[in-house]
C-alpha cells in the first residue's frame, strides 16, 4: 500500500522559512516523478514543484521560482521542499503527490498525501 505522509509546516511570519517532507512508502518510487502542490481556501489546487526521483530533475511553478526548492533523499525515500521568503500568498495546505508522468496536472499524478498547513503571517 502506497503511502505519502507530507510533515513540517506551520505558522510563520513572512519573509520567513519551512521545510516540508514527504516520507513515501509502499513500492519502489525510482521511476516516479514527486510533485508538490497547494490549495488556498476557496481556491483550486496548484502546482508548486516536481521532481524526476531518478534524474534528480525539477520544475517550479513561476510563482515560487528563486524562493523553492525541492530535492529528494534516495536513502530514505523522503521529498522535501524548502521554502524561503515565504509571503502571505503562500499560505495554503500543501500535498505532497507520485505519478509516473511529470508535470503540472493533478491528473498526472497516482498517489497523494493528506496535505500539511503552512500559514504565512503579514
Known amino acids: 500500500q502506497v503511502q505519502l505522509v507530507e510533515s513540517g509546516g506551520g505558522l510563520v511570519q513572512a519573509g520567513g522559512s519551512l521545510r516540508l517532507s514527504c516520507a513515501a512508502s509502499?513500492?519502489?518510487?525510482?521511476?516516479?516523478?514527486m510533485g508538490w502542490f497547494r490549495q488556498a481556501p476557496g481556491k483550486e489546487r496548484e502546482f508548486v514543484a516536481s521532481i524526476r526521483w531518478r534524474s534528480g530533475s525539477t520544475n517550479y511553478a513561476d510563482s515560487v521560482t528563486g524562493r523553492f526548492t525541492i530535492s529528494r533523499d534516495n536513502a530514505k525515500n523522503t521529498v522535501y521542499l524548502q521554502m524561503n521568503s515565504l509571503k502571505p500568498e503562500d499560505t495554503a495546505v500543501y500535498y505532497c503527490a507520485a505519478g509516473t508522468s511529470i508535470g503540472t496536472k493533478m491528473g498526472l499524478y497516482d498517489y497523494w498525501g493528506q496535505g500539511t498547513q503552512v500559514t504565512v503571517s503579514s
Open positions: 509502499g513500492r519502489t518510487f525510482s521511476s516516479y516523478a
